[in-house]
């Protein structure tokens, strides 16, 4: 057998191992006193080196830990600009003007309000009456782009931009409707679901295109994605084998997603459905997509040949520059790389730990990978040395994997079919009610609570669903402080 192959093969076995360790810690009894609760092996550390010992509003906004002065202050300076409005085009403040023409939001800091998650609008009597502002509605039609990814609207592109500058139209309005859904755990306890409808009205530019594609999809936390863009690609492959060579419907797949900053194809990571490889690309898209600003990346404005208005609207760039500039831009990527997730809380709590074997038992940790250990990021100058070499317990596979029809979206996104979804990170899961103020999960916002979560899962979770609806109401209570307390 080739080095490769060997090496291929140790990895699968190695994921293998760890899934069969969580089995076997499922059968275990779990600890209902003091006296038989071991503490977590896995400890408080959950980004290694760079995690920060944080709570309240601004948990999710400290650098690593373990960063040098000289990154500190670049980590500053991209924060100014992460943070701080974009202003119309022409301004006096030359370094920030551009903003849309058509836009959602002045700043990424206004979806990802404290760097954290967003949430839907509020609603009275079942529907909304304020426009979503860190939820946006993606927009595709059949077919694939040059790079095999979705297909843009010919009228309004890739989302649906409900804000523009002076003589400008916004794109269109969008409200949402809420419909209850009922149902029972086992032991008679009901609850209640909420689920979306989107209404798109006050369209700008005529219709949508015929077989136009809707996905909505929130703003999450930002924490320590320098720290998943740094495991490497093997470990992801390796757990898409593991889950393959097990028995049951878990079969996660990666994504295969073309990065425009290192010109290939590579493993996709970010976005619901782990749709882009980098945090390079990440921002730089959301730059001009969300916030109307053009780069080296993306030049031009996301104006369609129908939108003249959009067209004629004054830009911030002069003498063929983009809006913001190269240095600015990889300031604002090395801050999000460098934004340090929060240490675990509650470790020894006996709930907690009962709960962390109630969810190996439900099998939840199958895709929700508790631990790696990094290596180098794929752009060296937009990150730091300081996140090499790090144990992490984010809990997630980063893979795709179908959550069933309640769930489904029905848009393909480059691998991605319309029921899958990646499985999202959980660390700082539990510190979004400080941060943000609210408990709202999902890819779009529907679920208000852990609970809720697991209960909107379907597809190839729907067995772990189905153990968690069997759960009496000390579990269901340990299992939530336990994913909490990550």
Not at 132 to 140: N, Q
Not at 289 to 313: M, N, V, W, Y
């Amino acid at each position: 057998m080739r080095p490769a192959a060997w090496a291929a093969a140790a990895l699968c076995v190695a994921a293998l191992t760890s899934v069969a360790a969580l089995q076997a810690a499922a059968q275990a009894p779990a600890p209902t006193s003091p006296t038989d609760a071991a503490p977590d092996p896995l400890g408080e550390k959950t980004g290694g080196a760079t995690t920060v010992w944080a709570t309240g509003q601004n948990a999710f906004s400290f650098p690593a830990a373990n960063l040098t002065d000289p990154e500190r202050t670049r980590f500053v300076i991209g924060n100014s600009f992460f943070k701080r409005n974009w202003v119309e085009a022409p301004a006096s403040t030359k370094a920030r003007d551009g903003l849309g023409p058509n836009f959602l939001a002045r700043s990424c800091g206004a979806c990802h309000l404290f760097d954290g998650r967003g949430e839907p609008p509020p609603w009275r009597r079942g529907i909304s009456d304020q426009e979503p502002l860190a939820l946006l509605l993606r927009l595709s039609v059949p077919g694939t782009d040059a790079h095999g990814g979705p297909q843009h609207d010919p009228v309004y592109g890739d989302q649906l931009n409900t804000a523009a500058v002076q003589g400008v139209k916004p794109e269109g309005r969008v409200r949402l409707r809420w419909q209850a859904i009922q149902g029972r755990f086992a032991d008679g306890t009901p609850y209640t679901l909420q689920k979306p409808e989107y209404i798109v009205d006050r369209l700008a530019y005529g219709p949508f295109a015929p077989g136009v594609m809707i996905s909505p999809r929130i703003a999450p936390q930002v924490i320590g994605v320098g720290l998943l863009e740094a495991i490497p690609e093997r470990e992801v492959l390796a757990n898409a084998e593991a889950q393959a060579a097990l028995p049951g419907p878990i079969k996660g797949q990666p994504n295969r997603v073309w990065d425009v900053f290192a010109q290939r194809e590579m493993l996709g990571r970010f976005g619901w459905k782990a749709n882009v490889a980098t945090v390079a690309h990440q921002t730089a898209g959301a730059f001009h997509g969300d916030i109307g600003i053009t780069s080296a990346q993306f030049p031009d404005e996301t104006c369609t040949p129908r939108q003249k208005d959009c067209l004629a609207a004054p830009k911030g760039s002069r003498n063929g520059q983009p809006e913001i500039d190269p240095k600015t831009l990889d300031e604002v990527v090395f801050y999000q790389a460098t934004l340090a997730p929060p240490a675990r809380r509650h470790i020894q709590d006996p709930q907690v730990l009962r709960g962390q074997r109630l969810f190996a038992q439900a099998q939840c940790a199958v895709c929700h990978r508790p631990t790696y250990t990094t290596a180098e990021g794929p752009f060296p100058r937009l990150t730091s040395r300081a996140l090499q070499g790090q144990t992490i317990h984010p809990y997630t596979d980063l893979l795709l994997h179908d959550m069933g029809e309640a769930l489904a979206d029905g848009r393909p996104d480059f691998l991605a079919n319309g029921r899958q979804w990646k499985t999202p990170p959980l660390w700082g899961i539990g510190l979004i009610k400080d941060v943000n103020g609210h408990t709202r999960l999902l890819h779009d916002g529907r679920a208000n609570g852990v609970l809720e979560a697991i209960l909107w899962h379907g597809g190839e979770a729907e067995d772990s669903k189905q153990q968690v609806l069997k759960f009496g109401e000390a579990d269901r209570r340990a299992l939530v402080k336990f994913v909490e307390s990550l």
